[in-house]
């Protein structure tokens, strides 16, 4: 190989890792959607199945926002949540209700707030009024108890840790006693706060979101992190109870690419 054409395989190659980089960043790990699945129920009978969705950040309504509706809808969860920065300005309401309106309506859904719907300074009445004409509501420190298989299950929903006023005394409030509780927390830096004010209460999940997997990573590295991840980047912390999931969620902050850190949707058995 003459060196004239070894400089053309060379530059040609680089281009096309250029090329694939670009690929995987900009549409692959933004729109092919990885869907998790986990059992951690404690008996087969009566599982409650719930699914994660997290971090929309939702712009206008997509292709793989359509596709996510229609998994849903087959896969009929007994319970949806959706963990904060859903949209970051009060005009993309309206394309979230788009959304919503594609997921089956007997669906019984439970929302949080995220930093981004404080920093974008969204009209949560606004944002209320679509989620409850959609079969969701939204807790702001508050809790819900409802039955499903002949079990009780409490929601505890938190406000945003960064953005809004994270209040877990407030949220645990004329809480039932039941034998399942699942809290809802945004900002997952906010469970070390709930493991020193749970007391005997025993929390079964933590579902969390806010720091979309780093986004972008290299080989493992987190160039940066939001405020309010603290030690946590995505997936499972079991070490100490109480055990939390950290999706990845689904949209982009600040830049409109992911890499090393694809997309989540998350399904579980409880």
Known sequence: MTNLTRRKFLKKSILASIGILLLDSLWFEKYVIDWNYFDISKSEHDKIKIIQISDLHFDQLRYFHMSIAKKINSIKPDLLFITGDSVDKTEKIKSLNEFLELIDISIKKYAITGNWEYWGNVNLTELNSVYSKNNCELLINENRTISIKNREISIIGIDDFVGGNADFAKAVENLKETKTNIVLSHCPEHRDVITKEKGNLN????????????????LG??????????????????ETEPKMYISKGIGTSILPIRFGARAEMVEMEI
């Open 203 to 218: 929390i079964d999940l933590v579902l969390s979101g806010h720091t979309h997997g780093g986004q972008i990573t290299f």
């Open 221 to 238: 590295i987190v160039p940066f992190k939001p405020q309010g991840s603290g030690k946590y980047l995505k997936g499972w912390y079991k």
